[in-house]
């Protein structure tokens, strides 16, 4: 039996995952949480709602935190899962693009996996098969462009939050879809990917690829180029990370060849500037990424708010990004610091914006 932790039980992701480990006789939950949503009706010996998640974790004693919480606030179960050497399945790539370095420091001490729910970091994995280095030569994340694809800035100037919450490929939490829809979503992916496989920025491409068939592929220095190619069903990247080694069976039809369009174009950086603003972050390092993830937080939470335009998000980013001082990350305590500053700091260009 491999005992899991499901932190996110209510969301998109959460609720999916119940679905895999109740169709796996050698899974169970041992503990759930949400952020405010009740937990009555998930079978589990322990639930918590709110509250400090490494408490949780410790009377749990899982085999594997699954971390479907949205946004930073999954950072303290990411740490905790890494410093102990408990297998570690990721859908919170905020945690791990706030915390990267503190977070390799702590898997390094830890010992433990991490094996990502993301699609695009499951498909990666999944091609890499363990091999890494030099063998490596670049690194296609692939993304749908989301429900704007294709438009002008002019177009985007009124677009509402239920406009933004359409999207054309996957379902999912408001937060992750607005991030999909302005490209962020692509841009803290590019930084998940750097933590995760050690790959360099300059050799981590973005392509778009409209019916999100192709979750990402690899390019290998010999020529050979390996890709993920599977219906958009999050259920397969969970259940992979949670039955890893094992490939479990899923309810997903096998792929019809025959019914697929398969077209791939560059991303629209300068209509959608939340991608290069990430790639800026990333190659910066330090505690640029974590601002670049607050910041976003902020400007989401306020356009989906209606108090902030689509197009006003990658601004209110882009300037707190550049009056963001160069702190040192030294240990979880700065990164809360510079969690914080940058909350208060985004707020503020907020009421300029
Ligand atoms: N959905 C997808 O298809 C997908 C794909 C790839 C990656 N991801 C990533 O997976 C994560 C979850 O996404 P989602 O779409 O499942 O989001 P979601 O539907 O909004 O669900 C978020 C979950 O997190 C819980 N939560 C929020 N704050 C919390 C806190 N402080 N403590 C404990 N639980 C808290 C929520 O509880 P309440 O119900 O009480 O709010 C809910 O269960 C995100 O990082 C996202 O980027 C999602």
Redesign the pocket.
């Known amino acids: 039996m491999r005992r899991v932790a499901l ?10 995952a119940i679905e895999i480990v109740e169709a796996h006789p050698d899974l169970e939950l041992c503990a759930v ?5 009740p937990l009555d009706d998930i079978a589990s010996p322990l639930r ?4 400090d ?1 490494t408490e949780l974790l410790d009377r749990a004693e899982p085999d594997v935190v699954l ?5 930073f ?2 950072i303290h179960a990411t740490l905790w899962a890494l410093e102990r050497g408990v297998d570690l399945a990721l ?5 791990l693009v706030a915390a990267g370095d503190l977070a390799l420091a702590a898997q390094e001490r830890g010992g433990g996996r991490m094996l990502p ?3 695009e970091h499951s498909a990666v994995f999944q091609c890499l098969e363990g091999r890494g280095g030099e063998q490596i030569d670049s690194l296609v994340l692939t993304g749908s462009g989301g429900p704007f694809r294709g438009r002008t800035r002019a177009e985007l100037e009124d677009v509402t939050p239920e406009q933004a919450l359409e999207h054309p490929t ?8 607005i ?1 999909s829809a302005t490209l962020a ?1 692509k841009g ?1 992916e590019l930084i998940e990917a750097h933590f995760l496989f050690g790959v360099p920025y300059d050799r981590i491409e973005v392509a778009i690829q409209p019916t999100s068939i192709v979750h990402s592929l690899v390019r290998f220095r010999d020529g050979a180029a390996l890709a993920h190619l599977g219906y958009p069903d ?1 259920r397969v ?1 969970i259940s992979y990370a949670l039955t890893y080694p094992e490939r479990a069976a899923t309810p997903l039809p096998p792929l019809d060849l025959t019914s697929l369009t398969l077209e791939f174009s560059a991303p629209d950086t300068e209509t959608f500037p939340m991608l290069a603003l990430a790639r800026e972050a990333g190659e910066k390092g330090g505690a640029a990424p974590c601002v670049y993830n607050a910041a976003n937080e902020i400007a989401v939470a306020a356009f989906l708010a209606g108090r902030l335009p689509f197009l006003a998000i990658p601004e209110v980013v882009g300037e707190t990004l550049a009056a963001a001082g160069d702190n040192p990350v030294r240990d979880l305590d700065d990164l809360l610091e510079v969690d914080r500053a940058t909350r208060a700091a985004a707020e503020g260009a907020l009421a300029a914006a």
């Open positions: 932190l996110g039980a209510t969301g998109s992701i959460g609720r999916q949480a949400s952020g405010s949503t918590q709602i709110g509250g998640l971390n479907a919480v949205v946004g606030a999954g859908a919170n790539k905020e945690s729910v993301d699609s996957w379902r999912m939490g408001p937060k992750i879809t991030d979503n803290l999050m990247p």
